[in-house]
């Protein structure tokens, strides 16, 4: 079983790196991209198969840990 | 007094801080290992610069979780003074310690230069020892120093008067060309309600001698003792006298 953990900036939170990625796309040609934004993805490998088990584990360690809720929102799946 | 200079895995600013703790300035500075469960008699807590665990996740996540940090957690809430440079500023809004939080440079830039500091604030022990209308040349050296926080904690960081230091001009105007990294506000550095930890971008350890061309720094690890101690202000005396 895996958790699939994505992490990204606020929106508030200036991102130079997704501003950037954003101008390459524009100049490779890409018309209509709105906004970009670059975060993290992380998987992290769970023993048993008791989803509900993990999850309030992995929310936990989100908050704490894997993001900054500070300047970072996340998201997970258990599967 | 007796300063503790934390040593991560990726500190690298830490004998810089010893020196002129020690060397510089003649107090007792001793390196304390982030496995140690125990602040032993120390009388202020440095977190210096680096890279601790090779900024992995984010800038200061791992670090905050190192069994040191609990310690200074308690020795902070007691009242105690711990002042966080570059990363260890980045570590002190991790642990929750300051508000806020460190990210990546506006120019995606790592920016290794001179920068000038207004201080707005005297009412610290880390800026008491600064005049009025005193600009700093410090040198920051930083990937992520960018100060952000929400509306509502940069109200209070002002209402509160804790922003410590702020990018300037050399003639001490706050503009957006004198801001390195987007900063809100140009904030460089704070401190807490109870203004006993303050965290910096900027790393006075580099600007303590004047071998090195700068001597500015020096002055908030003086007021740090100095408030230690009990001792008056010099800066009103200089100015009296």
Not at chain 1, 37 to 43: P, R, S, T
Not at chain 2, 60 to 76: D, H, L, N, R, Y
Not at chain 2, 191 to 219: T, Y
Request: glycine fraction near 10%; charged fraction near 25%; charge should be negative.
């Amino acid at each position: 079983m895996k958790a699939k953990i994505v992490i990204t900036p606020k929106k508030a939170v200036l991102d130079p790196q997704g501003k950037t990625v954003q101008a390459a796309l524009e100049q490779m040609g890409y018309e209509g991209v709105s906004d970009v934004h670059v975060g993290k993805y992380l998987e992290v490998d769970l023993e048993g198969d008791d989803a509900e088990a993990w999850k309030p584990k992995i929310e936990e360690a989100c908050h704490k840990l894997f993001s900054n809720p500070v300047i970072e929102d996340y998201n997970f799946t258990i599967e | 007094m007796h300063f503790s200079v934390l040593q991560f895995p990726g500190s690298n600013c830490d004998q810089d801080c010893v020196h002129v703790l020690s060397g510089v300035l003649g107090q007792q500075a001793d390196y304390l290992w982030h496995k140690e469960e125990s602040l032993g008699n120390t009388d202020a807590v440095v977190v210096p610069g680096g890279f601790s665990y090779g900024d992995y996740l984010r800038t200061g996540s791992i670090a905050q979780f190192s069994p040191v940090m609990k310690e200074v957690k308690k020795f902070a809430d007691a009242g105690g003074l711990v002042i966080g440079i570059c990363n260890g500023f980045q570590i002190l809004c991790e642990t929750g310690l300051l508000p806020g939080a460190l990210v990546r440079n506006r120019s995606l830039q790592f920016r290794c230069e001179h920068v000038y500091l207004k201080v707005p604030s005297q009412n610290s022990p880390f800026t008491r020892e600064i005049g009025m209308e005193k600009v700093m040349r410090v040198p920051i050296a930083h990937g992520e120093g960018c100060y952000f926080a929400d509306d509502d904690t940069l109200s209070k960081l002002k209402t509160n008067d804790q922003i410590l230091f702020q990018y300037s001009s050399p003639d001490g105007e706050i503009t957006d060309l004198s801001n390195p990294n987007g900063s809100l506000l140009n904030i460089a550095g704070i401190c807490n309600e109870s203004r006993n930890v303050c965290g910096m971008m900027p790393h006075p350890e580099r600007a303590s001698e004047s071998v090195l061309g700068e001597e500015d720094g020096v002055k908030i690890f003086e007021g740090m003792t100095l408030h230690f101690q009990g001792a008056p202000r010099r800066i009103e005396q200089d100015s009296a006298a």
